[in-house]
């Protein structure tokens, strides 16, 4: 379409991310058929843990954030449901289950979103998580990346919680057959032990590949991550 016949315009060409991303994210759109789950978390206790912690992080020179909570709780849930970090080979009409718990975490970069690997997230406890969090996103904010650092994932976790938005339709990282979406947490009145009291809940988007993974499925899915994150506990209890 000729956009000068209705004013004036400026081109600008896409980022070198936005190249190699574009293709990849139109062709999982095509050929995945994605379904997204909606659900919410409890994060009260979660929040108020993290802040009596604050000081603990700052002495080991971590930024001990929300993320490194919801990855812990993903760690967890994926021990729990494999089959949410396997990968579909539809040629072999199998599917491969992999013995490694590899997390993705959306980072957004001036020249567009790219996705860093934690790798063995569930040997790392919520420090461990938060330390590697921030060095590959500095790294992807730099453009220091290698390719290495962007492979071999099991699952992704996009959040937008500190931007804002209720909810999203994350797209699946294919090969991966489901991503989390995370936006704000709000205070909301819950209904509990006969009364209305204020709960900071955290809205969840988890998108899945159909083909893989049922409804049913994906409800317990969100439910345990619900779970998790309201186990502060469990979220913070040492690895093996």
Request: net charge neutral; glycine share 8%; hydrophobic share 45%.
């Amino acid at each position: 379409m000729d956009f000068e016949a209705f004013g004036p315009i400026e081109r600008r060409p896409l980022s070198r991310i936005q190249k190699i991303a574009g293709p990849r994210l139109h062709a999982s759109w095509v050929n995945i058929p994605h379904v997204t789950q909606f659900d919410e978390a409890d994060i009260t206790e979660m929040e108020a843990t993290r802040a009596k912690l604050k000081d603990q992080a700052t002495a080991r020179g971590i930024k001990l954030t929300p993320l490194a909570f919801v990855m812990r709780a993903c760690a967890q849930a994926l021990q729990a449901f494999p089959h949410f970090g396997a990968s579909l080979d539809a040629a072999a009409g199998e599917l491969v289950f992999k013995k490694y718990v590899h997390l993705g975490f959306a980072a957004d970069t001036p020249g567009g979103l790219v996705v860093p690997v934690v790798r063995d997230a569930d040997r790392k406890d919520v420090f461990e998580l938060a330390r590697e969090l921030a060095t590959l996103s500095e790294k992807a904010r730099l453009g220091k990346l290698v390719a290495a650092e962007m492979q071999g994932g099991c699952f992704t976790v996009s959040s937008l919680g500190g931007i804002g938005g209720t909810a999203f339709t994350p797209i699946i990282n294919a090969p991966e057959v489901a991503i989390l979406g995370v936006s704000r947490a709000s205070q909301r009145p819950v209904y509990q032990d006969g009364a209305f009291v204020p709960r900071l809940m955290l809205p969840l988007s988890l998108s899945y590949d159909h083909r893989v993974i049922d409804g049913a499925d994906a409800v317990r899915f969100t439910s345990f991550l619900g779970k998790a994150l309201a186990d502060v506990q469990g979220l913070l209890r040492a690895q093996p």
